[in-house]
């Protein structure tokens, strides 16, 4: 009998973890909705529609391409100053856009 209560105890705190685990993991998909939808929301605010922000947790990895290389400071420095993101980092094409416009 002993063995039996012991198991039912077992169980009952293993479902217990899964419960405490599914918690955690709505609280992270929701904190990751609310820095995603912040960092994109300032982005097009700020003119920078070309930059994509992929959001892992309140993690942010800028990507897209920019004119120029202060654009690209200008876009992290912005999204590091938004309640909630912790890390920036960039992965942004810099440049023209390869199709010229110099005179032919």
Known sequence: ???????????????????????????RHQIEWDVATRVASTLERTGLTEVVPVV?????????????ASEAWRAERIVRMIRGVRV???D???????RGG???
């Open 88 to 90: 920036v980092r960039t």
């Open 1 to 27: 009998m002993w063995k039996k209560a012991v198991f039912g105890t077992a169980s009952a705190s293993f479902l217990g973890y899964v419960v405490w685990v599914s918690c955690l993991s709505s609280v």
């Open 56 to 68: 892992d947790g309140r993690d942010v990895e800028l990507r897209g391409k920019v004119p120029s």
């Open 102 to 104: 110099g005179d032919t």
């Open 92 to 98: 942004m094409l810099v440049g023209d856009d390869g």
